[in-house]
């Protein structure tokens, strides 16, 4: 094909995919969403927070879990909740900083369970600290839990879902990720990271011509975990600390319509936006009007 028909081609595209957007933003995802009960989901770092929350909305889809974190006794409590449910669960104590332990594990699930369809990479830590002041240690570990742990579990379960050419990798990343924060530069990097491979992935799928796989990146801004605890919103009237159930049910519902990318909250489109068109200098200035320089101040972190 010519270059002028490709152009056009392109265009005409662009603008279909920009209309279908829209029309799809406006039918709800009970309506459009796909069905996924009887499948597979594997759900990493779902002792609590939004993997425990995850996991309880993908039983209600119908699902079958695999429960997949470090704390043995909190996963097991999350199985508890869920197996009143009626769904089949299992749990299997995982360090996601060791790859050997993360194959290992991938090997038993296949024997014991089977193909995994949806895959959530959703574990996380953070250390909270200056840059300087974090040690090699928990860097190497942040780095290791955050990201390269998104690239043993895909390269674990990706191959059976392109052979079948059926199945949904969920990475977690943050809003971190996107916009770097004063005291989090560990934490930035391991979730710019994930953004990236997130991406990249997408276009190495669709190259691939395997459109039965899907991928979706999430980003939320600070979520009421306990993993931020002690962070102070500058503006908490225009952004809030958000409800780890609000995150829960937007990533489902992204899920479930094969969204690609979600940020939540959606004011955080209108950030990035700015970020693509403002001189470096404004971006700063206006981020630390809005407090990503004083954010981490009283950072306490989990504490149980
Ligand atoms: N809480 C927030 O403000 C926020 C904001 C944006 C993104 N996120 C991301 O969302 C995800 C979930 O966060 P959350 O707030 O639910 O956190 P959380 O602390 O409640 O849950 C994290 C889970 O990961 C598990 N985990 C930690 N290290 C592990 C390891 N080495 N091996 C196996 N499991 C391990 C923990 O045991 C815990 O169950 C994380 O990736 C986090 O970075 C959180």
Redesign the pocket.
Known sequence: MNLVLESLQMLCLVLYYWLESIYLSIIPASVRGKDVSGETVLI?????????LLAKRFANLGCRLVL????KE??ETTAKEIRKQGVTVRTYR?????QKDIFAAADKVRTEVGQVDILVN?????SGKKFLECSDEMVR?TM???VM?HFWTVKAFLPTMMKRDHGHVIN?????GLIGVNGLAD?CAS?FAVVGFNESLQFELDSLGKTGVNTTLV??????????DGCQAKFPWILP??L?EEVADGIIEAFLCNQRVVYLPKLLYFFLALKGFLPTKCLFLICNFMGANSMMDTFKG?TK
């Open positions: 990493t770092g779902a002792a609590s927070g939004i993997g425990r997949w974190d470090i704390n909190a996963n995982v360090d996601l900083s060791n959703n574990a996380g830590i953070v570990k290791d839990v955050n742990a977690i990343a943050s809003s971190a934490y979730k980003c939320p801004y600070l979520v009421n975990t306990g993993m931020f600390m958000l780890p989990r």
